[in-house]
């Protein structure tokens, strides 16, 4: 089975607090993704890994940056936390998407509150 | 641009009573559509990949089914554990990104 784990389920930290997120996959996967969700607007991309030390910019990167050292290590780093960063944030990894069409497999979340 | 639309948002339905969710996208070369689960505060689970019009796939009380345009997932005789939201995702060839674009998803609630 397929295991991606989160460092916490949930998290509280003061605004202006520097926040890390991190995410290991036990599949080999070349693809490691973060994601935030919020209610009425659905699963948002941050960040997307394809390699180690490779990232792509998703939709929403502004506040956020990544590191991916090792290939089973992802980690979602927010420099100077706002309120409006509380979330619920996803990781997901997935096989290298090139010659073919692979799922996704998520880990169980991260609730961070940003007081 | 890549689209992904569910509906409906939410449904509610009484154990036993059979429906469907529906996911329609819009996209240039599709190469898979992912159908996931969502239980409240974890993660999406995986159900299924559809790869071309005419593909249904099956799950217990579920199945999955695609054409051209949309995708529905069939619930049959549901339980109340089948309440979840229900996320759809479309991986395409376009501008040579790979990455999913998600629908919003269907909360789904089946009442005993």
């Keep these: 089975d397929v295991k991606v784990t989160q460092s916490s389920r949930y998290l509280v930290k003061r605004t202006g607090e520097k926040v890390f997120l ?3 996959q036990d599949m080999d996967h070349e693809n490691m993704f973060w994601y935030r969700q919020d209610p009425g607007l659905g699963l948002r991309l941050i960040y997307f890994s394809y390699d180690v030390k490779m990232k792509e910019k998703g939709d929403i990167p ?3 940056s990544v590191s991916r050292e090792k290939k089973e290590r992802f980690s979602l780093i927010l420099e100077s936390a706002s309120t ?3 979330s619920m944030y996803l990781c997901a990894s997935s096989p290298a998407f090139q010659g073919g069409s692979y799922e996704q497999y998520f880990g169980p979340g991260t609730r961070l509150t940003v007081t | 641009e890549d689209q992904v639309t569910q509906s409906p948002e939410a449904l509610r339905l009484q154990e036993g ?3 469907s969710l529906n996911c329609s996208y819009t996209v240039s070369g599709l190469r898979g559509l992912f159908w996931y689960r969502q239980d409240p505060g974890k993660g999406p689970e ?3 990949t559809l ?4 593909e249904e ?3 217990e009380r579920l199945k999955a089914t695609l054409t051209k345009k949309e995708s529905f997932l069939h619930i049959t005789a549901p339980k109340p554990e089948d309440s ?3 996320l759809c995702a479309v991986q395409a060839i376009s501008g040579g990104s790979y990455i999913p674009t998600f629908g919003r998803g269907t909360s789904l609630i089946v009442h005993p």
Excluded: I, R
């Design chain 2, 84 to 86: 979840a939201t229900y």
């Design chain 1, 22 to 24: 991190e995410c290991v």
């Design chain 2, 17 to 19: 009573e059979s429906s």
């Design chain 1, 62 to 64: 502004e506040g956020y």
């Design chain 2, 57 to 59: 796939k099956e799950k």
């Design chain 1, 84 to 86: 409006n960063q509380t």
């Design chain 2, 46 to 48: 995986f159900l299924f």
């Design chain 2, 51 to 54: 790869y071309s019009a005419g």
